[in-house]
């Protein structure tokens, strides 16, 4: 089972999206057409708390314009996946709404 764990901005603009690549680790920002808008993603570890949370409190991002994203790739049908404690923390700083995304992974693995 392979858990993978994002903060993710949904709705950025070019300079917005510029910045967060240069302020935050790790940070990528895409160009989301049909929004005509950049989604910044950051995979989701306690060293990058400070920078996020300057970043988030500095560009005055509104908490309806992020969440955080947990992807979780399976081989089995059921099974318990054990969120990690970065999600809790963050939460307490930015209480976003979280999205799960479950996948079963084909047998090639």
Request: with cysteine.
């Amino acid at each position: 089972m392979n858990v993978e764990v994002s903060f993710r901005f949904l709705s950025l603009n070019k300079l917005q999206a510029h910045t967060l690549e240069r302020e935050v680790a790790n940070s990528s920002a895409r160009y989301v057409e049909d929004k005509n808008c950049y989604v910044g993603t950051i995979p989701l570890t306690e060293d990058i708390f400070d920078p996020l949370m300057i970043f988030f409190e500095r560009q005055q991002i509104a908490l309806s314009n992020c969440d955080i994203f947990l992807s979780v790739l399976s081989s089995k049908d059921t099974n318990i996946v054990d969120v990690p404690t970065s999600v809790n923390k963050m939460l307490k700083h930015i209480n976003c709404k979280l999205v799960f995304s479950y996948a079963a992974a084909s047998n090639d693995l």
